[in-house]
């Protein structure tokens, strides 16, 4: 335990030091010049300072309102040694920040006592203090490891979504950063840019429960078909919801709304604007815009420019403004993306460059009939 001790008057000085170091574990750092002390200051280590009161150049309080100037000693317990008894000087000892009194002329017992009890103060402080330090260590690897958990659920949910077509991860892996990047764009703080990144996957897991025969069909939906494939969204907030994991219910979130229109004409709900969740509204534009820049069996892949004139003509009705201005601000790292992915699937083997993702064909299948793009955008 280190003591600052600072005394303009040398036998004074020496007979503290001399005291402070007959304590176990204490040593002293003296000072008789208060100037000496602030020169120190930023690199000075102390746990306790004992201060004269009246010394040349600065005073006690005077000296004590500079150290308080520097963070790592205004927690430090200071002790003023004063000739003075008088109200008026003890309260502006108070004031400045001192928490107890030794009266000239210094008694050897009291001071090690004072002493005594201050350091077991001191070690108790420190204790605490590095108990909280664990326990805040502990609850930081604690939300790491529940964090790591239910990205490891959403990984594995999306694996089983997506085990009827192998290349369906592809598809979920590619909105999942598009998502993130628009967020960004968006001006969404970083923990809830990772959060979309982490739950947008999940967009599609509804539709486990339509049938193949709906989902794998290779031609037009009918109504009732088409009635069908839209239920994929209420299955997945179905799945999702109960959960307790605040990341699982971003993704019901993101399940029930990413079909959602700004206009209200989207389902399941028909909500509009602002009704609609802003983590819906984004991966909507991420959805889409996969859809239309994929190659698919009955169409080519639009290019990059003509499915941003489609995304951009159709803010205000089928997505919010604001998501458009921010995918079209996201573009370059959505361009990286895909040619990353790209790239990848080139170094694919034939067989499984044959395959094409389940959400992408139902997104783009009406367009191939000649239906419009609207339409197509609903069942991405």
């Known amino acids: ?35 000496e002390v602030l020169i120190s200051a930023p690199r000075l280590d102390f746990d306790i300072a004992i201060i004269d009161f009246q010394m040349p150049v600065y005073n006690g309080i005077e000296l004590l309102t500079e150290l308080l100037c520097f963070e790592r000693h205004r927690d430090k317990p ?56 664990w326990l805040r260590t502990e609850v930081d690897k604690a939300v790491a490891e529940l964090r790591a958990r239910e990205k490891e659920i959403i990984d ?29 764009s968006y001006g969404m703080d970083a923990a809830l840019c990772s959060d979309i990144r982490l739950a947008s996957p999940m967009h599609d897991i509804g539709k486990v429960a339509i049938p193949d025969a709906v989902l794998l069909k290779n031609g037009k939906l009918t109504d009732d078909e088409f009635t069908v494939m ?36 989207g389902y399941p ?37 003509r499915a941003v004139a489609h995304i951009r003509d159709n803010a205000g009705t089928q997505f919010d403004p604001g998501c458009v201005s921010a995918f079209e601000t996201a573009l370059p790292a959505l361009l990286a993306v895909m040619e990353k992915d790209r790239a990848a699937a080139n170094n694919q083997d034939p ?30």
Request: charged fraction near 25%.
């Open 156 to 184: 594995r949910l999306t694996i089983a979504a997506s085990y009827k077509d192998c290349e369906t991860a592809c598809h979920t892996r590619r909105v999942r950063l598009y998502s993130e990047a628009i967020a960004r």
């Open 230 to 265: 839209q239920g994929h969204t209420v299955v997945g907030f179905d799945i999702l919801r109960e959960s307790k994991s605040g990341l699982l219910q971003l993704a019901a979130e993101i399940a029930s709304s990413h079909h959602e229109r700004w206009d209200g004409q």
């Open 351 to 380: 067989v499984h460059a044959r395959f094409h993702s389940v959400a992408a064909t139902e997104a783009c299948r009406s367009t191939a009939d000649g239906t419009g793009v609207q339409n197509t955008m609903q069942v991405a």
């Open 78 to 133: 200071v002790v003023f040694v004063t000739a003075d008894t008088d109200t008026a000087t003890r309260m502006a000892a108070l004031n400045a920040g001192a928490i107890d009194f030794l009266t000239k002329p210094v008694n050897p017992l009291e001071f090690q006592a004072r002493v005594r009890n201050l350091v077991a103060l001191v070690e108790a402080r420190n204790k605490l203090a590095d108990k909280a330090e």
């Open 269 to 305: 709900f028909g909500l509009s604007g602002d009704d609609i969740p802003i983590s819906g509204r984004i991966v909507a534009i991420a959805d889409n815009f996969d859809a239309l820049t994929t190659v698919r069996p009955y169409k080519e892949a639009w290019s990059v420019e």
């Open 1 to 35: 335990m280190r003591i600052l001790l600072v005394d303009d008057n040398k036998t004074n000085l020496s007979l503290l030091t001399k005291l402070v170091e007959k304590l176990p574990g204490c040593e002293s750092v003296a000072f008789s010049k208060p100037e």
